[in-house]
């Protein structure tokens, strides 16, 4: 029974560190798509790298290839994904939960698309990204799909349901409900010096 115990305990540890080690290379996915995003520019070159260009992506080459592959297929929607990746490696770590990948991915490729689609319907015109506009070629085909019939019956009340869609699929991306509770238990542990201090100075 003893060596069960054991065995039992030793590979629940492993499963949980390679999923640790999974949250950690999910989050720095995340650190480095949102570098080289926010420091992307239009004018580094992309797949073919061209003699005597400056790139000014912090991350080189490899991150200007990266900014503009994710900007020109999904657009501006893509800052969104890098935080969502963020989050994902950071609650992963927290929680050892892999059902989190599955989870989380889900709901990134979800507002992905749909996030696409409103900066193609709503807001195309771009002159930093003038190729495919602020939705990516991803948003142009979308667009050109049911979905975009879909809008069009009322642009209006699309606009704000996808506004909200779009926040909530993103919110449950990040598992805002750890983030919650994080903040609850920072409440908690200031609340508890209070009363710490309080009982020090009755004394």
């Known amino acids: 029974m003893e060596i069960k115990k054991i065995a039992s305990n030793s590979l629940n540890f492993v499963i949980k560190s390679i999923v640790q080690m999974a949250g950690l290379f999910i989050l720095l996915i995340g650190?480095?798509?949102?570098?080289?995003?926010?420091s992307y520019s239009p004018e580094d070159p992309n797949f073919i790298f061209p003699k005597n260009t400056e790139i000014q992506n912090i991350l080189g080459f490899k991150g200007s290839v990266v900014a503009d592959l994710f900007f020109q297929s999904l657009g501006l929607i893509s800052m969104l994904v890098a935080i969502s990746l963020l989050f994902t490696g950071i609650n992963i770590i927290r929680s050892k939960k892999a059902v989190l990948i599955i989870e989380n991915f889900f709901y990134v490729i979800l507002y992905s698309l749909l996030g696409a689609l409103f900066f193609t319907t709503y807001y195309s015109n771009s002159f930093w990204l003038s190729i495919n506009g602020n939705g990516g070629f991803i948003g142009k085909y979308l667009e050109s799909t049911f979905f975009g019939s879909l809008i069009n019956i009322n642009q209006k009340i699309s606009y704000y349901i996808l506004i909200i869609i779009i926040l909530l699929l993103f919110l449950i991306s990040i598992n805002f409900k750890f983030i919650f509770?994080?903040?609850?238990?920072?409440?908690?542990?200031?609340?508890?010096?209070?009363?710490?201090n309080w009982d020090n100075k009755s004394f």
């Open 181 to 196: 509770l994080f903040f609850e238990n920072t409440k908690e542990f200031f609340r508890n010096m209070k009363i710490i």
């Open 31 to 38: 650190l480095f798509l949102l570098t080289s995003l926010l």
